[in-house]
Structure formats: structure tokens, C-alpha cells
């Protein structure tokens, strides 16, 4: 019984390796992600490429801010990629340990239980969602003072909500 009593503690902690494939999926994600936030960022420097050979920049210039922010988005949703895959590596398979990664690593990726992974990546969710939410507000057209003033409240609310994010450190 002792015997089964091992094999079974050492088949449960060996299935924490099952997250392997967790961490993989998730840098590979990364890297598509990545792909496409420097493909659409490729578009907008072709779109400013069309605007200076067509003489067209008044009316065509919001096409070149909407790729880039575009990118901007995309570039977050990969770092909020790789920082949930570093931190399930390190929460459950090992460490990363290595002398010259310790040097090289900055505080973000530092990760040691899993409320930092999380805060860590409602950080940079809270990012995106800025993000998104200056996507639609350049969209929108402002017809009148009232709504210029659900903009200026959204953004004050923006703020506040990025302050409280950091208001620990």
C-alpha cells in the first residue's frame, strides 16, 4: 500500500507537467500575434506611402493611426501571451534560473505566485482595454458638447482605473 501510496504521489506531481502544453501553445500564440501586429503596422506605413504619392493626407490620415493602434492592441495581447506563459512555466514546471536570464529579465516576467501572474495580467488586459476604448472613441464623431463630455468622463474614469492599478507599488 505504501508502494501505491508513492506512485500515486508521483504520477499527481508529474501532471503538473501536462502545462508544458499550456506554456508551448502560449508562446507560439505569441509569436503569431507578434506576425500580425508588425504585418498591420506594415499597413499603415503603406497606407502613408499611398497618402504621400496621392497628395491625399487630410482625408486618408486616420486610416495610418487606426494600423497603428491596431498594432499597438496586438503587441499587448502577445505580451499578455508571453508574461502568462513565463508565469505558468514558472509557477509549475521550474524556475528559470539561469544566471545570464536572472541579468537580462526585467521585473515584469518575474513572476512567483500566481496572484502576480494575475495582477500582472490584468495590468496589461487594463492596457488594452485602453487601448480599444481610444480605437472607438477616434471613430466616433462629436456632435454636440454633451457628448464631448462622456468622452472627458470616460477618460477620467480611464485614468482612475490606471492609478488603482498601481496604486500598491
Do not use: P
Request: proline share 0%; charged share 15%.
Amino acid at each position: 500500500m505504501n508502494n501505491f501510496y508513492k506512485l500515486f504521489q508521483k504520477l499527481l506531481w508529474n501532471s503538473r507537467l501536462v502545462i508544458i502544453v499550456a506554456v508551448l501553445t502560449g508562446i507560439l500564440s505569441t509569436f503569431i500575434m507578434i506576425i500580425i501586429g508588425t504585418y498591420e503596422a506594415y499597413e499603415g506605413v503603406v497606407e502613408l506611402i499611398n497618402i504621400f504619392n496621392n497628395a491625399d493626407f487630410s482625408l486618408r490620415s486616420h486610416y495610418i493611426v487606426e494600423h497603428i493602434v491596431n498594432s499597438v492592441d496586438i503587441y499587448l495581447i502577445a505580451t499578455v501571451l508571453l508574461i502568462f506563459s513565463i508565469g505558468l512555466y514558472e509557477l509549475f514546471i521550474a524556475k528559470l534560473d539561469d544566471d545570464e536570464i536572472k541579468i537580462k529579465r526585467s521585473g515584469v516576467l518575474i513572476i512567483k505566485n500566481l496572484e502576480q501572474l494575475k495582477s500582472k495580467l490584468a495590468q496589461t488586459i487594463i492596457m488594452i482595454l485602453i487601448v480599444n476604448f481610444f480605437q472607438k472613441a477616434t471613430k466616433i464623431s462629436y456632435n454636440n458638447s454633451l457628448e464631448l463630455l462622456f468622452l472627458g468622463c470616460s477618460i477620467f474614469l480611464i485614468a482612475i482605473a490606471v492609478y488603482f492599478t498601481h496604486y500598491k507599488e
